[in-house]
C-alpha cells in the first residue's frame, strides 16, 4: 500500500532538493556535500514508488476567467452565472478572475456574490489599480468573501500589503516566465503532480477576453467560445485540449536536470522535439548547470 513519505529526493545537476512533505519545507545541497547526508537516509523511504498516485475527480482543476466588456462576462451577470455553472459541472476548484478594466464597488458586489454559491475552494482577484477600491468597503468585502483567497491590484501607484489579503504592487498586470527562488513550496500535492503531469498546464482552461477557451493564457488555440453552445466537460476530454498536460518537467530539456523540477509551476509552452522529448524557446532564468539565477 502506498503512504506518503515524509522526505522526498530530487536530484539535479548540480544540487540535490530535500523536500519535507509533511511540513512544507525544503533543503538545498550541492551534491558533492549531499553524499555526507546518505548514511542517514533511507533511499528506499525516498522513492517516489512510496507516493501514492496524483488524483482529483475534477475535470478542470483551475480555471482562469478574463472579466471583460468584450466577453460579457463584465456586464452581464447571465452570462457569468452560465460559466460559473459550466465551471461547476467539471469540478473547478480554483479559479483566478483577471479584470483589467475600470469596475466599481457595485461590480465587484455583484460578481463575488455570483460566484457564492458554487463549489470554488478559492477565487484569485487580479486587477488593474483602480482609486475608486481603494477603500474600507472593498476591503470588507473581500473579507467578507470566505472563498476569496487573495487580491491584488497592479500598475498600483504604491506597494501596500492589507491583511496579507489585498496586495497592491507597481508591476504591471501579466504573466511573467521568471522564477523566484522564494516561490518555490514543497507539498505533497504538487510534487505528486510533478512526477507525470506540467503542474501548469494539466487540467487548466482559460476564457479570453473575447470569450474565447483555450487550455492556457501562453495557448493560441482556441477550443470554442463561450458566445456559442459550449461543454467544458467535453472541452476538457479532447486529446488536442490535454497535449500539455502530461508533458513533465522529466521530457524537457534542461529541466529534466533541474533539482526544482518537482516544485516548478513553469509557464512556457513546451515544443514537441519528438515522441518522447520536449524542449522550451524561451531559457529558464536559472541555470541547473551553474546553479546560478539571473533575473
Excluded at 503512504?3 to 519545507?25: C, D, M, Q, W
Excluded at 483577471?98 to 458554487?118: A, F
Excluded at 482559460?206 to 466537460?233: M, V
Excluded at 529534466?256 to 516544485?263: F, G, I, N, S
Aim: charged share 25%; hydrophobic share 35%.
Amino acid at each position: 500500500m502506498n503512504t506518503f513519505p515524509s522526505k522526498a529526493l530530487v536530484y539535479g545537476h548540480r544540487h540535490t532538493i530535500v523536500h519535507n512533505l509533511v511540513e512544507g519545507t525544503y533543503e538545498r545541497l550541492e551534491n558533492e556535500h549531499f553524499s555526507d547526508l546518505m548514511p542517514t537516509v533511507n533511499p528506499k523511504q525516498l522513492s517516489d514508488e512510496n507516493l501514492a498516485p496524483w488524483e482529483t475527480p475534477s475535470y478542470i482543476d483551475n480555471s482562469i476567467i478574463e472579466l471583460s466588456r468584450a466577453n460579457q462576462l463584465l456586464t452581464k451577470d447571465q452570462k457569468l452565472n452560465e460559466l460559473f455553472e459550466a465551471l461547476q459541472s467539471v469540478i473547478c476548484k480554483n479559479l483566478v478572475l483577471v479584470i483589467r478594466e475600470p469596475v466599481t464597488l457595485t461590480d465587484m458586489k455583484r460578481i463575488l456574490e455570483s460566484s457564492e454559491g458554487y463549489c470554488f475552494s478559492s477565487i484569485t482577484l487580479l486587477m488593474t489599480y483602480d482609486e475608486s477600491l481603494y477603500c474600507n468597503e472593498f476591503s470588507q468585502l473581500v473579507l467578507d468573501t470566505p472563498s476569496v483567497f487573495t487580491c491584488v491590484f497592479y500598475e498600483s501607484p504604491f506597494n501596500k500589503n492589507f491583511a496579507d489579503l489585498i496586495y497592491f504592487v507597481d508591476n504591471e498586470l501579466g504573466f511573467t516566465k521568471l522564477k523566484k527562488p522564494f516561490e518555490f513550496v514543497a507539498n505533497i500535492p504538487l510534487y505528486q503532480e510533478a512526477i507525470h503531469f506540467n503542474p501548469y498546464f494539466n487540467k487548466k482552461l482559460y476564457i479570453d477576453e473575447q470569450g474565447y477557451i483555450r487550455n492556457a493564457p501562453e495557448t493560441s488555440k482556441h477550443f470554442g467560445s463561450i458566445h456559442a453552445d459550449y461543454d467544458l466537460k467535453e472541452v476538457s476530454q479532447q486529446t488536442s485540449f490535454q497535449q500539455l498536460w502530461t508533458v513533465s518537467k522529466e521530457q524537457c530539456d534542461v529541466c529534466k536536470d533541474c533539482e526544482y523540477r518537482r516544485m516548478c509551476v513553469d509557464n512556457r509552452v513546451p515544443k514537441r522535439r519528438d515522441e518522447r522529448h520536449w524542449y522550451f524557446e524561451d531559457p529558464c532564468n536559472y541555470d541547473p548547470y551553474t546553479g546560478e539565477w539571473q533575473q
